[in-house]
C-alpha cells in the first residue's frame, strides 16, 4: 500500500500530497505533517482520491474524534482534528482563496470568532429512510459522499436533548403507517419548546397524529407537518407555537417559522452581528443598505442606529417576516424593505435606490456578484453613489474572493479586513466576515 507525506489540508478537510509520479493525492483522513498508508479509491487524469490506511507519523493536533459515527457520517469531517487547529486550516483557505482566486490580500487579518465546539447546532436536516435489512428506520445525516442515511443513534454536534431523542425517532417513525412516505425530520430551537418539523408525502391518520401528540408530550418537543413545500409547515391541527430567537446584546427578538432561513450557530451569530455592527460603524446620519437581509438579522440591529435602514431580499415570504419583526421590535417606521432578485441587478438600479453610504452584504454561496458589478466603477461619474463601507458576510470563500477581486481591482475598494466565524465546528465549512473601504 503506498505512502504520502501530507503537505496540507484542502477546502474539504482532506490531506493533500503528492505520489511518487508527482500526482496529486487527496487523502480522506489525513492531517497536515502526517505520514501515512493509504488506499487509492478514485482515479482521475490530474489527481486521485485517496483514503487513509495507517498513520504512521500523527500529526500533534490529531485527536480521537469524540462521534462513534465519524468516518461514515457524513455531517462532520475534522473531528480527527483538533478544535483550536480546525480554525487555523478555515483561516488559510479563506486567505488562499483571496490570494489565489481574487489577487487580493487583507490589510489585516481578523481574529477568528468562536463558540462552544459540541451541541451548537439548533437547527438541522435529518434524513428519514425505511430499511429493512437494516432492522427498521433510520433517521440521522447522509453517509459520507452517499445518498444512504448514516445508521445514527447519537450525535454530537446536536444538542444533548435531540441527540437522545435519535433512537426514540426511529422507533415513532418506525410505528407509524406512513414510515414509508416521511423522508424527513427538521429540527429547528429557539427561545421555546424545540421543533420538529415532519415531512409528510401522504395525510396522516388519526392514531398517527396521536402517536405524533403522545411523543411531543414526553419529550418535550411541538410537531409541525409539511405535506408539500416549506411553506406549507405548521403545528399539528388545534396547536399553535411561535419560535423566535434572540441578539440579547441589541435588546431583540426575531420571530421565525421552523422552515424559514436562520443562522444553524445562534452563539456564532450573534457575535458576527456584533463585529459587523463595529465596522459598520453607524452613526446617527449614517444611511445603510442590508442586501439579502432575510428576516432582519442584521437589519434590525442596524435600524436601531441608523437615520435610514434598507433592507433588499429576493424571498416575499422572508420580507414579509421581516416586517412583521420590524413591527414586534418598535422598527418600522426607522426600516424599509423591498423584493427584488439581487442576482439579476444592473447599475441602474443601483441608482434608483435611496442614497446609502454604508452596505451589510450577506448572500448565500453564490455570493453577490450581480449587486458588487453594479457599483459604479472607480473612473465613473457616478462613482459618488458607492458607499463608503462594505461589511461582506460570506459563507464561501471562492465567491467572496471573487467578489472581492470585483470590489478592489475595478471598484476603488480597499480590503481593510477578513477572517472566519466558526459557524460550524468539526465541519469543513467556512463563514467569514470581510470588510471594504472607498480607497
Not at 478537510?13 to 505533517?33: H, M, N, P, W
Request: proline share 7%; hydrophobic share 40%.
Amino acid at each position: 500500500m503506498p505512502q504520502f507525506i501530507i503537505e496540507s489540508v484542502d477546502h474539504e478537510g482532506q490531506g493533500i500530497a503528492r505520489s511518487a509520479e508527482g500526482k496529486t493525492v487527496f487523502v480522506d483522513g489525513a492531517l497536515a505533517g502526517e505520514t501515512v498508508e493509504a488506499r487509492i479509491t478514485r482515479q482521475k487524469p490530474n489527481y486521485d482520491k485517496a483514503v487513509v490506511e495507517t498513520v504512521i507519523i500523527a500529526s500533534a493536533s490529531r485527536v480521537r474524534p469524540r462521534c462513534p459515527h465519524f468516518g461514515v457520517c457524513g455531517g462532520c469531517s475534522m473531528q480527527h482534528l483538533d478544535a483550536r487547529a480546525q480554525v487555523a486550516v478555515k483561516q488559510r483557505v479563506l486567505e488562499d482563496n483571496l490570494q489565489r482566486i481574487g489577487n487580493v490580500v487583507p490589510e489585516v487579518v481578523f481574529p477568528a470568532i468562536e463558540g462552544p465546539h459540541w451541541g451548537y447546532r439548533q437547527r438541522a436536516r435529518l434524513s428519514v429512510r425505511h430499511v429493512a435489512k437494516k432492522g427498521g428506520v433510520l433517521v440521522g445525516f447522509h453517509e459520507k459522499r452517499s445518498s444512504y442515511v448514516a445508521d445514527m443513534r447519537e450525535c454530537h454536534v446536536l444538542p444533548e436533548h435531540l441527540s437522545a431523542l435519535l433512537p426514540k425517532l426511529r422507533e415513532l417513525i418506525g410505528a407509524m403507517s406512513i414510515r414509508d412516505r416521511a423522508p424527513q425530520i427538521e429540527y429547528a430551537q429557539g427561545d421555546g419548546l424545540p421543533v420538529l418539523v415532519l415531512r409528510n408525502l401522504e395525510p396522516l391518520p388519526d392514531d398517527d397524529i396521536a402517536l405524533l401528540k403522545r411523543f411531543a408530550a414526553n419529550h418535550e418537543v411541538q410537531w409541525y407537518l409539511q405535506p408539500k413545500g416549506p411553506e406549507t409547515a405548521a403545528p399539528l391541527p388545534g396547536e399553535s407555537h411561535t419560535l423566535g430567537y434572540r441578539l440579547s446584546e441589541f435588546g431583540l427578538r426575531h420571530p421565525f417559522s421552523p422552515t424559514e432561513f436562520t443562522q444553524v450557530n445562534p452563539h456564532i451569530n450573534e457575535m458576527l452581528v456584533r463585529r459587523a455592527m463595529r465596522w459598520l460603524d453607524i452613526q446617527p446620519n449614517d444611511r445603510v443598505g442590508d442586501f439579502f437581509c432575510g428576516l432582519g438579522n442584521f437589519t434590525l440591529p442596524i435600524a436601531q442606529r441608523a437615520a435610514f435602514t434598507l433592507g433588499v431580499e429576493g424571498s416575499a415570504s422572508l420580507v414579509a417576516r421581516a416586517h412583521e419583526n420590524a413591527q414586534v421590535n418598535g422598527l418600522a417606521s426607522r426600516v424599509s424593505y423591498t423584493v427584488t432578485n439581487l442576482f439579476e441587478v444592473e447599475g441602474s438600479w443601483l441608482c434608483a435606490l435611496p442614497r446609502l453610504n454604508k452596505w451589510l452584504i450577506d448572500p448565500p454561496r453564490d455570493g453577490a456578484l450581480a449587486l458588487v458589478k453594479a457599483l459604479p466603477d472607480q473612473s465613473s461619474p457616478d462613482r459618488g453613489t458607492a458607499p463608503e463601507t462594505i461589511v461582506y458576510v460570506s459563507c464561501n470563500p471562492a465567491t467572496l474572493a471573487r467578489d472581492a477581486s470585483i470590489l478592489v481591482h475595478e471598484k476603488g475598494y480597499r480590503l481593510l479586513g477578513a477572517g472566519v466565524a466558526n459557524m460550524f465546528p468539526h465541519t469543513a465549512h467556512v463563514e467569514s466576515l470581510a470588510v471594504f473601504r472607498r480607497a
